[in-house]
T-cell receptor, first 110, second 112 residues
Framework: EDQVTQSPEALRLQEGESSSLNCSYT??????LFWYRQDPGKGPEFLFT???AGEEKEKERLKATLTKKESFLHITAPKPEDSATYLC???????????FGAGTTVTVRA | DGGITQSPKYLFRKEGQNVTLSCEQN?????MYWYRQDPGQGLRLIYY???????QKGDIAEGYSVSREKKESFPLTVTSAQKNPTAFYLC???????????FGEGSRLTVL
């Protein structure tokens, strides 16, 4: 069974303190790994899609990387507005479904 | 602007009642999805539809029903058979080319 595991569950950072979130996956073939940001009471907002090992994508203070078994979301010099829950999801070939991890809740203190 | 509209945002239901959550999209997406989100858990797939008049059960379909009579609309009915319906419900649609889901703002259902 395909599985997506995110760690840690929660992360408390001081403003400017860089860190990384992990998303490990066990799928039989990968058709894309997706990162989303979700604010409380809102729908998830798309951040990145990664398709193959070695691929990297950046957006402002966020950088996503992908290996054959896991992905990292690096947050560089975070600000309080980066506080949110970050979700990881994977999609396999010939399947319209995305399987989601439980998320990492990031809190950045000023 | 194109997007996905869910309504209502908040809904209260008495035990034994059916309720229907609305989801409308104007993105011209073929596939639409319903997910359920509970605290500390990932999004779990309830139903999805790839084309009009066709839909498939997801991982937790028991106690839910859907219809797909129009490309733009994918309503979800939470029936009285759903034992623990209090949750945050998210509707999404997908771009075929890139595969990322676009989500609505969600509907929070509370059973009194």
């Amino acid at each position: 069974e395909d599985q997506v595991t995110q760690s840690p569950e929660a992360l408390r950072l001081q403003e400017g303190e860089s860190s990384s979130l992990n998303c490990s996956y066990t799928v039989s073939g990968l058709r894309g790994l997706f990162w989303y940001r979700q604010d409380p009471g809102k729908g998830p907002e798309f951040l990145f899609t990664l398709y193959s090992a070695g691929e990297e994508k950046e957006k402002e203070r966020l950088k996503a990387t992908l290996t054959k078994k896991e992905s990292f979301l690096h947050i560089t010099a975070p600000k309080p507005e980066d506080s949110a829950t970050y979700l990881c999801a994977v999609r396999v070939p010939d399947d319209y479904k995305l399987s989601f991890g439980a998320g990492t809740t990031v809190t950045v203190r000023a | 602007d194109g997007g996905i509209t869910q309504s209502p945002k908040y809904l209260f239901r008495k035990e034994g009642q059916n309720v229907t959550l609305s989801c409308e999209q104007n993105l011209n997406h073929d596939a639409m999805y319903w997910y359920r989100q509970d605290p500390g858990q990932g999004l779990r797939l309830i139903y999805y539809s790839q084309i009009v008049n066709d839909f498939q059960k997801g991982d937790i379909a028991e106690g839910y029903s859907v219809s797909r009579e129009k490309k733009e609309s994918f309503p979800l009915t939470v029936t009285s058979a759903q034992k623990n319906p209090t949750a945050f419900y998210l509707c999404a649609s997908i771009t075929g080319a890139t595969g990322e889901l676009f989500f609505g703002e969600g509907s929070r259902l509370t059973v009194l």
